[in-house]
């Protein structure tokens, strides 16, 4: 297992080593991955990060007023409505990987503009070990992998969990200091609620899924208080990054001791 005290300290120092001088945009969903991402980025080069939250109309029920809020301190965040376009990109199709690669070329586009407009050269990601290997092993596309474009405007690709599994994630979200709805998070899948509407994406079918998903999490919840749909920061997290502000091949399996 990862130790996540000394896994924080040593990847804020890439983060810093590897964006230097420079700015960088951040692909920010809310979910733990990413949620940890931002967090690492924001304590590595504080303002100079800027986090973009894509409102794709695919997400949970309330999920980008909720991202407004938890994310607020954040100056330079950004969300960007980009619900129309996705499902003009949807537009007639119907198999659930091909659904996965149209979303993941939208979501890099959408993340190009806004880069360019910042002046950002690096982009950050919230990839996991899972998803590489799901990727590279074309068992299942992910949007922020798979699904990238050939030419990419971005100096680099900032991927600092992308050694971990998710159980690992969760434990450097507690070191970091963020709530239980953020490190114990139910898992949503990275493409919406395309992957969970059978047949061609239409906005009456998606609202549909969304409900649907919502009372499923709700109900959980009762039973599994740590595990809530919207995300908070915790308020010693807060200070720490307001303190911050202003201050290419196959993958080797990381070393899990103790996983079977």
């Avoid at 950004?78 to 659930?96: H, K, M, N, S, Y």
Wanted: overall charge negative.
């Amino acid at each position: 297992m990862v130790d996540p005290d000394s896994f924080v300290d040593e990847k804020v120092e890439e983060i810093r080593e590897a964006v230097g001088d420079g700015k960088a945009v951040i692909a920010l969903s809310g979910g733990v991955d990413s949620s940890v991402a931002a967090a690492l980025a924001y304590e590595a080069i504080g303002d100079r990060l800027i986090p973009v939250y894509v409102d794709t109309g695919l997400m949970r029920k309330g999920e980008t007023e909720s991202i407004r809020e938890t994310f607020a301190f954040m100056e330079s965040l950004r969300v960007i409505d980009a619900q129309e376009r996705f499902l003009d990109e949807l537009a007639g199709v119907t198999d659930p990987e091909e659904k996965r690669h149209v979303i993941g070329e939208q979501f890099i586009r959408e993340f190009e503009r806004e880069a360019t407009e910042a002046d950002a050269d690096y982009l950050v990601q919230g990839t996991i070990y899972p998803d590489r290997i799901e990727s590279e092993g074309n068992i299942k596309s992910h949007h922020n992998v798979g699904g990238l474009p050939e030419a990419v405007d971005f100096e680099g690709i900032v991927e600092p969990v992308r050694d971990l599994y998710k159980d690992e994630v969760r434990e450097v979200a507690r070191a970091l200091d963020l709530e239980e709805v953020i490190s114990e998070r139910m898992p949503f899948p990275g493409p919406g609620l395309a992957v969970r509407v059978v047949g061609e994406v239409t906005k009456e079918k998606v609202e549909v899924a969304r409900d649907a998903c919502h009372v499923v999490e709700e109900e959980t919840a009762e039973h599994e208080p740590g595990r809530r749909s919207a995300p908070c920061w915790g308020r010693r997290r807060a200070s720490r990054v307001t303190t911050a502000s202003t201050a290419g091949s196959s993958p080797s399996a990381p070393s899990r001791a103790g996983t079977g």
